[in-house]
């Protein structure tokens, strides 16, 4: 095993960014918001891969899915924690997003035809 994914429904409505709620409190029926969930699988990773490099162990990447139906803030949001992302699709609407994934060399695993057609075409 080599990374994580983690896989959801982007293109599920969010309400607007809370920055207020803490995590505890996410008590209620919705989820929190999907930055939420990338930083602390971002965390979690973070701390697991520490203790697996202090004892000479392979180290894991985040690869979230992101990028395919969603928000392009969620884009940004992965733009902040990943190693690479899974889809990536959404990214020709926001040019600025596109150069800073190419800046810092974050890979997408694209699927076009797939992409194209269960997306863009919709």
């Known amino acids: ?3 994580f994914d983690s896989v959801d429904d982007e293109s599920a409505f969010e309400d607007a960014l809370d920055f207020e709620t803490k995590p505890d409190e996410w008590t209620g029926p919705s ?5 939420y969930w990338l930083y602390y699988f971002y965390a979690n990773i973070y701390q697991l891969n520490a203790l697996r490099k202090k004892q000479g162990l392979n180290t894991f990447q985040f690869r979230p899915h992101c990028g395919e139906a969603g928000d392009p803030n969620h884009l ?4 902040l924690v990943a190693d690479s992302i899974n889809h990536g699709i959404m990214l020709m609407k926001t040019t600025v997003l596109q150069y800073l994934y190419y800046l810092k060399q974050i890979g997408l695993a694209v699927s076009p035809v797939s992409n194209n057609r269960s ?4």
């Open 1 to 3: 095993m080599v990374g």
């Open 31 to 35: 989820d929190p918001p999907y930055y």
């Open 76 to 79: 940004a949001a992965a733009f």
């Open 119 to 122: 997306y863009l075409l919709n």
